[in-house]
C-alpha cells in the first residue's frame, strides 16, 4: 500500500466507510510512501487511523504547516489535515470514473434520499459494496429495458448466486424462488425490495428458503427432509 486512496479501497473490503477513517500526519514517515505502515507490504489498514506523510505528495503545501520546530495548534492543523485528505481521496478515486460510473453514484444518491421510499433506501444500505455495484448497475438496465422476469433472474444470480427462479407452466405469471438462503427479517426485506424493483406488478410469487421444493424426476430436490411441499 503506497497512496491514500488505496486505504479507502482497503476500508471499502473491511466493510468500514470511508468517512470514518482518520487521516494523521506524522513527522517520521517514509519518503517513499504516503500510508505510514509498520509493514511496507501490507494490503490492508489497521483500525480506522492512518498515519500518513504529509510531505510525500504536497510537500510545498504542507511543509511549512508541519514544520518540526513549530509548535502549538496542534490539534486543529490535524483537523485540517484529515478534511484536506478526505476530499483529496475522494478526488483520487474519481479521476477513472467513468460515465457509467457517475450515472451509477447518481441512481445510488437517490435511492439513499428516499426516492424510490423509505424502506428502499433502508435496505439499499444493508448491502454489501460489492452487491451494491451489481446492483446499481442493473437498475440501470432496468431504467434503459423496463422490468421483465429476465433481468429479474439476472439481479437474483448476483444477489443470491444459489438461487434459481422458475416461471410456473400451471398459471401465468406465477414465480417459484428458490432463495438457497436463511430467511431472516433482513434477507425478506432485500427480497420485497427486488420483487418490487425489478418484477412486473402483475406477478404472483412463492418464496422456498433453505429447503428447495420437489420437482418429480430431478432427484437431487426429491431428499426426504431436505424439499419442501408445493
Known amino acids: 500500500m503506497n497512496y491514500a486512496w488505496e486505504a479507502a479501497l482497503s476500508a471499502d473490503r473491511m466493510g468500514i466507510r470511508r468517512e470514518a477513517l482518520r487521516?494523521?500526519?506524522?513527522?517520521?514517515?517514509?519518503?517513499?510512501?504516503?500510508?505510514?505502515?509498520?509493514?511496507?507490504?501490507?494490503?490492508?489498514?489497521?483500525?480506522?487511523?492512518?498515519?500518513?506523510?504529509?510531505?510525500?505528495?504536497?510537500?510545498?503545501?504542507?511543509?511549512?504547516?508541519?514544520?518540526?520546530?513549530?509548535?502549538?495548534?496542534e490539534q486543529t492543523r490535524e483537523i485540517f489535515f484529515d478534511i484536506f485528505m478526505q476530499y483529496t481521496v475522494q478526488q483520487d478515486l474519481r479521476q477513472g470514473l467513468s460515465r457509467q460510473g457517475y450515472i451509477l453514484r447518481f441512481f445510488l444518491a437517490d435511492l439513499?434520499?428516499?426516492?424510490?421510499?423509505?424502506?428502499?433506501?433502508?435496505?439499499?444500505?444493508?448491502?454489501?459494496?460489492?452487491?451494491?455495484?451489481?446492483?446499481?448497475?442493473?437498475?440501470?438496465?432496468?431504467?434503459?429495458?423496463?422490468?421483465?422476469?429476465y433481468l429479474f433472474k439476472e439481479v437474483m444470480r448476483c444477489m443470491y448466486p444459489d438461487s434459481f427462479v422458475y416461471a410456473s407452466n400451471e398459471k401465468?405469471?406465477?414465480?417459484?424462488?428458490?432463495?438457497?438462503?436463511?430467511?431472516?427479517?433482513?434477507?425478506?426485506?432485500?427480497?420485497a425490495f427486488l420483487q418490487d424493483m425489478f418484477l412486473p406488478i402483475d406477478h404472483q410469487v412463492f418464496l422456498f428458503w433453505e429447503h428447495h421444493f420437489g420437482i418429480i424426476g430431478v432427484d437431487e430436490t426429491m431428499v426426504v427432509d431436505e424439499m419442501v411441499l408445493f
Open 23 to 73: 487521516y494523521t500526519p506524522v513527522r517520521d514517515g517514509s519518503p517513499y510512501t504516503e500510508v505510514v505502515l509498520e509493514d511496507l507490504n501490507a494490503w490492508e489498514i489497521q483500525g480506522r487511523t492512518v498515519e500518513v506523510n504529509p510531505l510525500y505528495r504536497f510537500a510545498r503545501e504542507f511543509s511549512a504547516l508541519f514544520d518540526q520546530d513549530l509548535t502549538g495548534l
Open 112 to 149: 439513499l434520499e428516499g426516492v424510490c421510499g423509505s424502506s428502499a433506501a433502508h435496505v439499499v444500505r444493508g448491502f454489501a459494496k460489492d452487491k451494491l455495484r451489481h446492483l446499481l448497475r442493473l437498475i440501470r438496465k432496468l431504467y434503459q429495458c423496463g422490468s421483465s422476469l
Open 172 to 191: 401465468m405469471r406465477q414465480i417459484l424462488i428458490y432463495v438457497g438462503e436463511k430467511e431472516t427479517e433482513g434477507e425478506r426485506e432485500r427480497l
